[in-house]
């Protein structure tokens, strides 16, 4: 395929809004109508592919037409989920940073103190040398 017709065919699988299995038949339709068409035209630019097969958009269109109800409902409650997934998140992650930052308790120093008591009590008794007076 020549620039054109690569840049065509790019365009169209954006504009392709269904599943994996799905986009990858469609594009495979769309190449072979690509392929049949450069036999044609060995070099068409872009104005020749738009009036061969519309804007990318309205192929795009044409070819989805050829999907299920059912394909189509797949792909969209993918999309919904993957979008509820990122909300869900992204909720989170600020809830998280709310906590973080302004909710969660700054530490407490603690600082500890060693003391040494010396009792005199009955415990301490003069040496036998402090005794004898000597």
């Not at 109800?69 to 979008?83: C, D, I, N, S, V």
């Not at 407490?108 to 040496?127: C, H, K, M, Q, R």
Request: charged share 25%; with cysteine; glycine share 4%.
């Amino acid at each position: 395929m020549n620039e054109a017709a690569t840049h065509y065919r790019r365009e169209v699988r954006r504009c392709l809004h269904c599943g994996r299995a799905a986009k990858r038949r469609l594009e495979e339709h769309l190449t072979s109508l690509l392929n049949a068409f450069l036999e044609d035209d060995s070099a068409p630019d872009r104005a020749a592919l738009v009036t061969a097969f519309g804007t990318p958009e309205e192929l795009a269109a044409t070819l989805m037409e050829e999907l299920t109800p059912e394909e189509r409902g797949q792909w969209k409650r993918q999309w919904l989920a993957a979008r509820v997934v990122c909300v869900v998140l992204v909720l989170l992650l600020a809830a998280f940073s709310i906590y973080t930052f302004f909710l969660k308790e700054k530490p407490v120093e603690i600082t500890t103190y060693e003391f040494s008591y010396i009792s005199g009590g009955a415990d301490n008794s003069a040496s036998p040398a402090d005794e004898s007076g000597e």
